[in-house]
């Protein structure tokens, strides 16, 4: 947030790309998991990273997230400090 505005940063943009891109890989994966079976499906889950863990599958979507808050939130705050109240419309 610079003055009465926000400037563009590409560094969220950034962010988003790759949270984006870790949400089309996990419902990929998901989909191919559904099709496969037997050894094809181990041998397809053996082939992931590791880093791919169950702990990174919501990671995309949580990200999306906090960046889509925080920026609602420097837009509310610019609105509030230039005209002194939050317009619902």
Do not use: C
Request: hydrophobic residues 50%; without cysteine; negative net charge.
């Amino acid at each position: 947030m610079m003055g009465n505005r926000i400037v563009h940063n590409q560094i969220f943009d950034g962010v988003r790309a790759i949270s984006i891109f870790l949400v089309i890989y996990f419902h990929v994966n998901y989909v191919i998991i559904k099709l496969l079976e037997g050894e094809s499906l181990q041998n397809h889950i053996d082939s992931m990273p590791s880093i791919l863990n169950i702990s990174w599958q919501a990671l995309g979507s949580e990200i999306i997230f906090f960046v889509s808050g925080y920026l609602l939130t420097m837009i509310l705050l610019i609105e509030e400090k230039n005209h002194g109240h939050i317009s619902v419309r």
